[in-house]
């Protein structure tokens, strides 16, 4: 009953968002599209602060590095084939991750904090301040990847639709991957090193390389996100590794609720949607953004993915009293 | 390598820590043999939990020496500790409160078997980990609760899964600091059980001020007053011993010697 309960809503989302792009304008499409790619970001995120209770506020380098790799990586003009982009700009983020792991691993609480957003500093300032990836304005992609199954042209990249169709494949993969992942043993382990550390250690594990190990797979998985946002919009701007970016998708995993998979997702929608209603009503949309996060933040602990458990608990109480 | 009975298993020749100006161990030896309760006695703050903190490896001594089979271990860190045999518990419970029993003994006894392979399984269907996890369930009387979210066991139970997961890794040598404080009267006495059996396969040390307890088991007392050794020896020597009775047992003698 509760495992009905539990799938019935996600089976029912998942069928609206796929017919959606049917019936929506391109430009919710694009919105819709820009929102899962958030949703994996935030979903990578949430492995380090839920689940492992690394707060990492430098994520959005490994993001940002992920988008970078494409222009620079691919020579001007040519055309490039998917299977082999994809996951050498995953693998650069992975990279750099797994590297700036090794140092800010052996940090802890405030300084771990501090030291991520450092390192992300320093790749911002990276490919603002030289010519590596066109300065502080960026660069546009030539072409977008191409995406061919056995010589034929199987998803066209400049057509928003196949770009949604790709992105909604991705995100519902990251999430069954995930949902796997930390059910598995090594799910428990990162479990147990948020929930107490030293008693990890004391059993013999050496905490560290379980750290490491996620610290990459987190920067992997926003590299996919970063990926995917250069194929939606076409070009790489800084701004993609700039720390209040780090920021939105910390406030992302906390409003939809920190150490669940679904919660990510659920902020993702949560913030779009504030974020593009704010901005219609007022001029100081962030104001209106911030007043909602406190207000999640002090009504709602365990964010949005609470609600369910909140109103079963407060349905019992209701059949109790009667 | 066969050990018999006997056989010193872990050694500390003279460990000392200061916190500051504070000197919490100041020139504390003992050897743990294989087969022998070894307690370790002393009033609040005499610095007991600080001595097992540097045989655990989770506070490095300010000087000494510890050996475990003859193998300098000073300078190992605590996991690496763990990993050869050296196990211990928490004088505050320490295990994990969303877990269930089985998962927090599953948790444990996996820190053996890291094959990569393996991790990427659900811990319930690891065979190997999992009939472990049944031993020492079963030893330290938790069956009946394997099931339950370890959060919400009784005081008592929540001790007994303490030991339960300091078993699951199979130490040689365990170090276990008030493993008794805050049981009943039952759960307490099924501890000394287990403890009694527990003594010959392995190197024990016991920090308890349940003297009752301690009496029954103990084959050495050790007590440690401010830091320092006062003196060492066979239970019936430490009970008629006047430097111990004058120093720390005879402070409130009759009553608890705590
Ligand atoms: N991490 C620390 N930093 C500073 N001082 C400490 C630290 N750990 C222990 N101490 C001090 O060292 C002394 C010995 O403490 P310890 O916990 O080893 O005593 P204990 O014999 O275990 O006492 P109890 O019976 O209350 O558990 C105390 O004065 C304590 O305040
Ligand atoms: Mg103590």
């Given amino acids: 009953m509760t495992r009905f309960f539990r799938t019935f809503p996600m089976i029912a989302a998942l069928a609206v968002l796929l017919v959606f792009p049917m019936f929506g304008q391109i430009f919710y499409t694009e919105l ?111 072409s977008k990847p191409t995406v061919t199954v056995f010589g034929l042209e199987a998803l066209t990249l400049e057509n928003p639709t196949h770009i949604y ?71 790489v701007t800084p701004e993609m590794l700039a720390w209040h970016q780090s920021g939105n998708v910390l406030l992302v995993v906390i409003l939809g609720g920190i150490g669940t998979l679904i919660g990510p997702v659920l902020g993702a929608f949560t913030f779009i949607a504030l974020q593009e209603f704010a901005q219609g009503l007022v001029d100081r949309w962030q104001l209106v953004m911030g007043i909602f996060i406190i207000l999640v933040v002090f009504a709602l602990p365990g964010g949005l993915a609470a609600i369910p458990a909140r109103l079963r608990r407060r349905l019992v109480k209701g059949a109790d009293n009667d | 390598m066969t050990e018999r009975p006997g056989d010193v298993l872990l050694e500390a020749r003279g460990l000392t820590r200061h916190f500051g100006g504070l000197a919490a161990n100041s020139n504390v030896s003992m050897t743990l043999r294989r087969g022998e309760i070894h307690a370790l006695l002393g009033p609040n703050g005499a610095g007991k939990s600080t001595f097992i903190n540097m045989l655990s490896g989770d506070l490095p001594p300010s000087s000494g020496t510890i050996l475990l089979k003859g193998d300098d271990v000073t300078a190992l860190s605590a996991h690496r500790r763990s990993r050869i045999g050296i196990g211990r518990s928490f004088q505050r419970t320490n295990i994990f409160p969303t877990f269930s029993v089985q998962e927090n003994c599953v948790l444990a006894a996996q820190s053996r078997q890291q094959q990569p392979g393996r991790i990427f399984r659900p811990p319930l269907q690891n065979e190997a980990v999992v009939a472990r996890s049944h031993e020492v369930m079963a030893l330290a009387g938790l069956n009946h609760c394997a099931s339950q979210i370890a959060g919400t066991l009784s005081h008592g139970e929540q001790r007994q899964l303490e030991i339960a997961m300091v078993l699951a890794t199979n130490p040689a040598v365990l170090l276990l600091d008030e493993p008794l404080a805050g049981m009943g009267a039952e759960e307490s006495s099924r501890m000394v059980d287990l403890l009694a059996r527990l003594r010959r396969d392995h190197a024990i040390l016991l920090v308890e001020h349940d003297m009752d307890a301690v009496f029954a088991l103990a084959d050495v007392i050790t007590v440690l007053v401010n830091g320092e050794l006062l003196e060492s020896g066979p239970p019936e020597q430490i009970k008629a011993s006047p430097a111990v009775r004058s120093a720390y047992l005879g402070e409130d003698e009759g009553t608890d010697y705590a």
């Avoid at chain 1, 959005?60 to 998917?82: C, E, H, K, S």
């Avoid at chain 1, 082999?84 to 940090?107: C, D, E, K, Q």
């Fill in chain 1, 32 to 142: 819709v599209a820009k929102t899962l790619i958030l949703a994996i970001f935030a979903m990578s995120l949430d492995l380090l602060v839920g689940y492992t209770g690394l707060v990492s506020f430098g994520h959005a380098a490994y993001f940002g590095i992920a988008a970078y790799a494409i222009p620079l990586l691919t020579p001007a003009g040519a055309v490039n084939a998917i299977w082999w982009i994809l996951p050498v700009s995953v693998l650069a983020a992975a990279l750099a991750a797994l590297l700036i792991g090794v140092f800010v691993l052996r940090t802890k609480g405030i300084y771990f904090i501090m030291v991520t957003l450092a390192f992300a500093q320093m790749a911002f300032f990276l490919f603002h301040d030289t010519d590596l990836g066109g300065g502080s304005d960026g660069i546009f992609l030539n």
């Fill in chain 1, 165 to 235: 169709y790709f992105v909604l494949a991705l995100t519902v993969s990251v999430y069954l991957l995930l949902r796997w992942l930390l059910k598995t043993s090594f799910g428990h382990i990162l479990i147990g090193i948020r929930s107490n550390e030293h008693r990890m250690v004391a059993m013999g594990y050496n905490t560290f390389h379980y750290k490491l190990a996620i610290f990459t797979i987190a920067g992997a998985l926003a590299g996919l996100a970063g990926f995917l946002q250069v194929v939606l919009t076409g070009f």
